[in-house]
């Protein structure tokens, strides 16, 4: 156990970073699990990455605004292929997400095979590096998504196919370079799942707190035991959901199914 850790300068801003992600990713995330797409969030995230590998292949700094945009046009290329495969093949959509997730997470490693900073370019665009958010990254996320959750809660109901994968193209982008692909899938989808069986009033806000707390305790594990921060949150996320279901069934929060 590492005291020494316990920089608030640091944690706070990451706790900050983690708050971020959730506000727009709990509520995505009931709508991916309503349209069955689970895994468009990893697919959307490897393509993201993809363009980020791609302008360090070709020699510009993969934090410069040069590779956001990359990063940005490449996603939104994603969700309009994908909307394109909705329209076309929707009865295998889940599949052929999984199928543009392997072809980009293939494509970026041969880019990266001779690259002799691939394998922590490959840690960074997995894990990410949420404990190095400073709150001046955090100052255009928070105008991105303030946008985002604008149209999300005003206008939903009228994005329809195409405007819901360009909004989740867009999100994505800015999640995954601030905290990695792991912890963008975990975010999205684990808070989600957590109160899926609870009453319609209680899901957001469950999904809000049981996701702000396993940001908070894994950060807490993270500096605790020196581990590596993303896959801690990430685990800590997933306990988080057992216990809530298991609260579920002894509380009896869930309605019993007709």
Not at 14 to 41: C, E, K, M, N, Y
Not at 72 to 84: D, E, F, N, R, S
Not at 141 to 159: E, H, K, P
Request: hydrophobic content about 60%; charged content about 10%.
């Amino acid at each position: 156990m590492n005291m020494a850790n316990f920089d608030l300068t640091i944690l706070l801003p990451a706790l900050l970073a983690g708050l971020l992600i959730l506000s727009t990713h709990v509520p995505l995330g009931r709508q991916v699990l309503t349209r069955g797409i689970v895994f468009i969030d990893l697919a959307l995230a490897q393509v993201a990455g993809l363009g980020i590998i791609l302008m360090d292949t070709l020699g510009f700094e993969p934090h410069g605004w040069r590779a956001q945009a990359a990063a940005c046009a490449a996603a939104l290329l994603g969700a309009l292929l994908l909307t394109w495969t909705q329209k076309r093949w929707g009865e295998v959509q889940e599949a052929l997400v999984g199928t543009l997730f392997a072809a980009a997470a293939c494509a970026g490693l041969l880019l990266l095979a001779h690259n002799p900073h691939g394998g922590e370019h490959l840690q960074d665009l997995l894990g990410g590096q949420i404990l190095w958010t400073s709150p001046r990254d955090l100052v255009p996320v928070v105008v991105l998504y303030a946008a985002i959750l604008t149209i999300w809660f005003g206008f939903r109901q009228r994005l329809g196919d195409l405007g819901f994968y360009l909004l989740f193209a867009v999100t994505v982008t800015a999640s995954v370079q601030l905290v990695g692909i792991y912890l963008v899938f975990a975010s999205l989808i684990v808070p989600a799942l957590a109160v899926r069986g609870m009453r319609e009033a209680l899901q957001l806000p469950m999904g809000y707190v049981i996701g702000a707390l396993g940001y908070a305790v894994g950060l807490l594990f993270s500096a605790m035991f020196d581990l590596p921060t993303g896959p801690v949150i990430v685990c800590v996320l997933v306990v988080m959901m057992a216990l809530t279901w298991m609260a579920d069934a002894k509380l009896r929060l869930v309605p019993d199914k007709p």
